[in-house]
């Protein structure tokens, strides 16, 4: 198509083009021939390039490809939930490396029975988070909420429930420096409670066991706060067919501050001490009911029988008995109650030689010692589950 354009007037870069029904359009002087002036005429013709349209068209058509094929056929996935161990008091969950596709990854949230319990730090690189201070033998549910520049995602709901106090299959001990019998005999133990044993401090370890605070994983215990027990403890546990405190089992604590409760091996303990307890409580009614002295005659007289006087003669009191013992007085009374008190209390506590640990008569399931079973009365102590 050729039109014909009469020039207007040229600038330096526009030029203005009158048609010949007198209308205006502005064109850029660039493209006229350079001796053009106000005045001149200019044909111009117009003509669809249909070969470079269909080029242009298959590389818009190429990059919508490339975009979809991208970013367009994955999207991130939902995280995936796994228990790896439970106890008393503490959970620990793992998941699987989370997989964003093309998106730009927000938030990684842990929710506990519908509420969110916390952030997952640096959630490229964190495989496992510890829950701890939970109560005993109780059910909850947690699940894990990806949030995304492609939109959220959650995970399936996890239910989860702690260990009772009985329940020894959650502990999981690391140990340290041992003589190799004494690692022996660690393992034939942790198999025979149905607890675990590795080589190295994890998240989940419960115990680190040893007999000298010395090494790479006992400093490693150290920094993570988990209890380092002596291999005393963990018999304590199969002794006793529940978790015990380990306050008593510390590398520097005194071996009188282990009680024994009444678990399985407990019997020999029971068997001594049912007599004192007996003879306790012997005592004890003994305080309660006063004894009944016997009656002291006033007068000699008063025992001699009138039918055996004759013709006025007076028969002589027949002597007391030689094997009945003479009546305490009133006030020899409570001297002896004191005596067969005090040696009653010394025949229930000779087990315990310095006397300091007469309280110990309580049973470990007792609730005003140690309340859920984990605290030991008076010392805060017992089994303690840390953040790692």
Wanted: glycine share 8%.
């Amino acid at each position: 198509m050729l039109i014909s354009l009469t020039v207007g007037k040229v600038d330096a870069g526009v030029a203005v083009l009158l048609t010949q029904d007198k209308r205006l359009i502005e064109f850029p002087s660039i493209l006229l021939p350079p001796n053009i002036s106000s005045g001149s005429i200019v044909d111009i013709t117009v003509a669809r390039n249909l070969s470079s349209e269909a080029r242009s068209q298959a590389a818009f058509t190429s990059l919508q490809d490339d975009i979809f094929t991208t970013f367009g056929q994955r999207s991130p996935s939902p995280p995936v939930l796994r228990c790896r161990n439970a106890t008393q008091t503490s959970v620990v969950l793992e998941w699987d490396p989370i997989d964003l596709a093309t998106a730009e990854l927000r938030t990684l949230s842990l929710y506990r029975n519908g509420s969110k319990a916390g952030s997952i730090p640096r959630p490229h690189d964190t495989r496992s988070t510890k829950i701890s201070g939970l109560a005993v033998d109780t059910e909850y549910t947690f699940h894990l909420v990806l949030r995304t520049s492609a939109g959220t995602y959650s995970s399936e709901k996890l239910t989860v429930k702690t260990h009772k106090m009985t329940d020894l299959s959650g502990i999981t001990v690391t140990p340290g420096v041992l003589p190799a019998q004494l690692r022996e005999s660690l393992g034939r133990a942790v198999d025979r409670i149905g607890a675990k044993m590795t080589d190295a401090v994890r998240i989940d370890t419960t115990h680190f066991v040893c007999t000298e605070g010395r090494g790479e994983q006992w400093e490693k215990a150290v920094e993570m706060n988990i209890p380092v027990v002596r291999p005393e403890w963990l018999e304590g546990c199969e002794r006793e067919g529940r978790i015990v405190g380990v306050r008593g089992y510390y590398l520097n604590a005194d071996p009188r501050l282990r009680q024994v409760g009444q678990g399985v091996g407990a019997a020999p303990q029971q068997h001594q001490q049912r007599p004192a307890a007996q003879a306790s409580d012997a005592a004890n009614s003994r305080q309660a009911s006063p004894r009944k002295l016997p009656k002291r005659s006033h007068s000699r007289q008063s025992s001699v029988d009138p039918r055996d006087h004759h013709d006025g003669a007076e028969t002589p009191p027949s002597p007391p008995p030689k094997d009945e013992p003479e009546p305490k007085t009133l006030g020899d009374e409570p001297k002896a109650r004191r005596e067969d008190v005090d040696r009653l209390e010394q025949h229930a506590n000779g087990g315990f030689g310095d006397g300091d640990e007469k309280k110990t008569d309580r049973s470990e399931d007792s609730p005003e010692r140690d309340g859920q079973g984990l605290k030991p009365s008076g010392d805060g102590e017992g089994f303690t589950e840390v953040e790692i």
